[in-house]
Nanobody
Framework: QVQLVESGGGLVQAGASLRLSCVVS????????MGWFRQAPGKEREFVAG????????YYADSVKGRFIISRDNGKNTTYLQMNSLKPEDTAVYYC???????????????WGKGTLVTVSS
């Protein structure tokens, strides 16, 4: 049973920083490609960031490039999303996702968390 649990969301003001965490259980964490997605009210879910199994390959949506940093600690079975210089348009439910197949990193993923809400006020 693969389970993903996100944490770290909350209400912050524009310009603030926030770090999201995703703890994965049920399988060997280092075997998974990991990613973060988000869904804002009235919009479809979108890709935010992804990271390869070793952590040396990272990918970002243009909207967050230079502000967000994805990382992982395979010893803690945890993936992080460090969010800096937050903007009101970053407001969304953020989801952690995992896959064993690199082909599904940005086009689907296989396992999903329930999400954590990030609200950025101006």
């Amino acid at each position: 049973q693969v389970q993903l649990v996100e944490s770290g969301g909350g209400l912050v003001q524009a310009g603030a920083s926030l770090r999201l965490s995703c703890v994965v259980s049920g399988r060997t964490f280092s075997s998974y490609y990991m990613g973060w997605f988000r869904q804002a009210p009235g919009k479809e879910r979108e890709f935010v960031a992804g990271i390869t199994r070793s952590g040396y390959g990272v990918y970002y949506a243009d909207s967050v490039k230079g502000r967000f940093i994805i990382s992982r600690d395979n010893g803690k079975n945890t993936t992080y999303l460090q969010m800096n210089s937050l903007k009101p348009e970053d407001t969304a439910v953020y989801y952690c996702a995992a896959t064993l197949n690199i082909e599904r990193m940005t086009d689907g993923m296989d396992y999903w968390g329930k999400g954590t809400l990030v609200t950025v006020s101006s």
